[in-house]
């Protein structure tokens, strides 16, 4: 049986114009992955629009929409599945322009890498620090600045060493420890697929070489069980004796690893249990890990509902109601104090106020200014949170699903910010030690 292709999710993101579609089509087109029928159209389409003069414009490959295409500007969230011998792809192409910043969080809310695409005409500007520090934010393992339209600055060695040189100055403060630099044109494919001619001073690997080899297996966090219950499975099937009794408990894992015999707690009730069975579409599993879907038989039949979590006992996660977190606002309206919401945390749901406003970023310093009265929309800022019941997380940074977090406005249902948990200041204290029969 052949091996299964690892899958890498990335995420192309910078500024308006710096070439993100025009990268994705080029990469598509280079690597064979247009069908004819797609070549054909995206021909005519080419023509029709009549950017690149009688040329082929590949960012129309992922500028779907027609407000797009008459704006010249990318404004939803494109996804592109595509795959080479060594590894599938997903990719998201985010919106550049400002006004879309939180298109482009939640694009990058899943990926493994972020390709921030730079002018090399204009070197760093705010939309790259901002790009780069929220890839940092959402800790995004990977990052490759892609030093785009090196064609048009007579392939300078000096231009893209200044460039480089400007971002090494402050990814330093910066969560990121896998950086790439990588000349290219998307235009003309240089270094996109193959080796260009035009850099002798460029040694390293191309875009697509270093999309197939990064490595990715370790970005799982295999680190401490957490396994948030979405669904009490409950088939109640009177025809079928398995299933006539069956209560299992449904979810994606996570984080960490499961396995048959293995001691478990129930959070927020704190009661334990042990791992009786793990079901899997496909039958039964020894052990699970994260990020698969199962469901979970515990030993004893325990009071479980959808937004509880099951936890190991080597690693105990925070509970409170009073929360510390970074946010991307999202929202036209500014956020202020006292401004109620909902927040949604894993698989729950819970009332929350914003108790207050912390501090905000400055994009071009990289520094917290403290207590701003309001957070625009696309300010990035830290605030703190009370919720109507204590909720379990960890750390962002240690776990980016039981970290993580929307606000969600009363009234509209609209999605106003992503927020990223601060670590909790102990593991929980669960009231009671075991479970009593």
Same mark, same amino acid.
């Given at each position: 049986?052949?091996?299964?292709?690892?899958?890498?999710?990335?995420?192309?993101?910078?500024?308006?114009?710096?070439?993100?579609?025009?990268?994705?089509?080029?990469?598509?087109?280079?690597?064979?992955?247009?069908?004819?029928?797609?070549?054909?159209?995206?021909?005519?389409?080419?023509?029709?629009?009549?950017?690149?003069?009688?040329?082929?414009?590949?960012?129309?490959?992922?500028?779907?929409?027609?407000?797009?295409?008459?704006?010249?500007?990318?404004?939803?969230?494109?996804?592109?599945?595509?795959?080479?011998?060594?590894?599938?792809?997903?990719?998201?192409?985010?919106?550049?322009?400002?006004?879309?910043?939180?298109?482009?969080?939640?694009?990058?809310?899943?990926?493994?890498?972020?390709?921030?695409?730079?002018?090399?005409?204009?070197?760093?500007?705010?939309?790259?620090?901002?790009?780069?520090?929220?890839?940092?934010?959402?800790?995004?393992?990977?990052?490759?600045?892609?030093?785009?339209?090196?064609?048009?600055?007579?392939?300078?060695?000096?231009?893209?060493?200044?460039?480089?040189?400007?971002?090494?100055?402050?990814?330093?403060?910066?969560?990121?420890?896998?950086?790439?630099?990588?000349?290219?044109?998307?235009?003309?494919?240089?270094?996109?697929?193959?080796?260009?001619?035009?850099?002798?001073?460029?040694?390293?690997?191309?875009?697509?070489?270093?999309?197939?080899?990064?490595?990715?297996?370790?970005?799982?966090?295999?680190?401490?069980?957490?396994?948030?219950?979405?669904?009490?499975?409950?088939?109640?099937? +009177?025809?079928?004796?398995?299933?006539? @009794?069956?209560?299992?408990?449904?979810?994606?894992? !996570?984080?960490? $690893? #499961?396995?048959? /015999?293995?001691?478990?707690?129930?959070?927020?009730?704190?009661?334990?249990?042990?791992?009786?069975?793990?079901?899997?579409?496909?039958?039964?599993?020894?052990?699970?890990?994260?990020?698969?879907?199962?469901?979970?038989?515990?030993?004893?039949?325990?009071?479980?509902?959808?937004?509880?979590?099951?936890?190991?006992?080597?690693?105990?996660?925070?509970?409170?109601?009073?929360?510390?977190?970074?946010?991307?606002?999202?929202?036209?309206?500014?956020?202020?104090?006292?401004?109620?919401?909902?927040?949604?945390?894993?698989?729950?749901?819970?009332?929350?106020?914003?108790?207050?406003?912390?501090?905000?970023?400055?994009?071009?310093?990289?520094?917290?200014?403290?207590? +701003?009265?309001?957070?625009?929309?696309? @300010?990035?800022?830290?605030?703190?949170?009370?919720? !109507?019941?204590? $909720? #379990?997380?960890? /750390?962002?940074?240690?776990?980016?699903?039981?970290?993580?977090?929307?606000?969600?406005?009363?009234?509209?249902?609209?999605?106003?910010?992503?927020?990223?948990?601060?670590?909790?200041?102990?593991?929980?204290?669960?009231?009671?030690?075991?479970?009593?029969?």
């Amino acid at each position: 049986m052949a091996a299964m292709l690892e899958t890498l999710r990335f995420i192309t993101c910078g500024s308006v114009d710096d070439g993100k579609s025009t990268l994705i089509g080029r990469l598509l087109y280079e690597s064979k992955l247009i069908f004819e029928d797609q070549l054909a159209a995206l021909e005519a389409d080419s023509k029709k629009v009549g950017t690149q003069g009688g040329e082929i414009d590949f960012a129309l490959l992922v500028d779907g929409l027609a407000a797009e295409r008459e704006q010249g500007i990318t404004i939803d969230v494109a996804y592109r599945y595509f795959a080479t011998p060594r590894r599938k792809f997903i990719v998201a192409d985010t919106p550049g322009h400002v006004q879309y910043t939180r298109n482009m969080v939640t694009g990058a809310s899943t990926a493994n890498l972020s390709i921030v695409l730079v002018d090399a005409r204009q070197g760093v500007i705010e939309q790259s620090r901002r790009h780069t520090y929220i890839a940092s934010l959402l800790r995004i393992p990977h990052l490759v600045i892609a030093i785009n339209k090196m064609d048009l600055v007579g392939w300078s060695e000096a231009r893209f060493n200044e460039i480089r040189e400007t971002f090494e100055s402050f990814l330093p403060r910066l969560a990121i420890k896998d950086v790439k630099f990588i000349p290219l044109s998307a235009l003309n494919g240089d270094n996109v697929v193959d080796p260009s001619t035009q850099t002798p001073w460029y040694s390293g690997p191309t875009l697509l070489g270093h999309l197939e080899t990064v490595h990715i297996a370790s970005d799982w966090n295999l680190q401490g069980l957490r396994f948030p219950v979405q669904w009490v499975n409950r088939p109640n099937n +009177p025809t079928d004796a398995q299933l006539h @009794d069956f209560r299992g408990l449904s979810g994606q894992i !996570a984080s960490g $690893i #499961v396995r048959v /015999g293995q001691r478990v707690m129930v959070l927020p009730s704190g009661l334990k249990s042990t791992i009786q069975k793990i079901w899997t579409l496909n039958g039964e599993l020894d052990e699970a890990f994260c990020p698969q879907s199962v469901t979970l038989q515990l030993e004893h039949d325990l009071d479980v509902s959808r937004g509880d979590m099951i936890v190991g006992l080597d690693s105990l996660p925070g509970m409170s109601n009073d929360l510390l977190a970074k946010v991307c606002w999202m929202n036209p309206r500014p956020l202020q104090k006292g401004r109620k919401y909902f927040l949604k945390h894993a698989t729950q749901t819970v009332q929350a106020v914003v108790t207050s406003l912390e501090s905000r970023i400055n994009i071009q310093t990289i520094e917290a200014e403290p207590e +701003p009265a309001e957070l625009a929309m696309n @300010d990035i800022g830290e605030i703190r949170i009370k919720t !109507a019941k204590p $909720i #379990v997380f960890d /750390g962002y940074g240690s776990n980016r699903l039981t970290g993580a977090f929307i606000l969600i406005e009363q009234g509209t249902n609209a999605t106003v910010a992503a927020g990223m948990l601060n670590p909790p200041m102990e593991a929980v204290k669960p009231e009671y030690n075991d479970f009593a029969i």
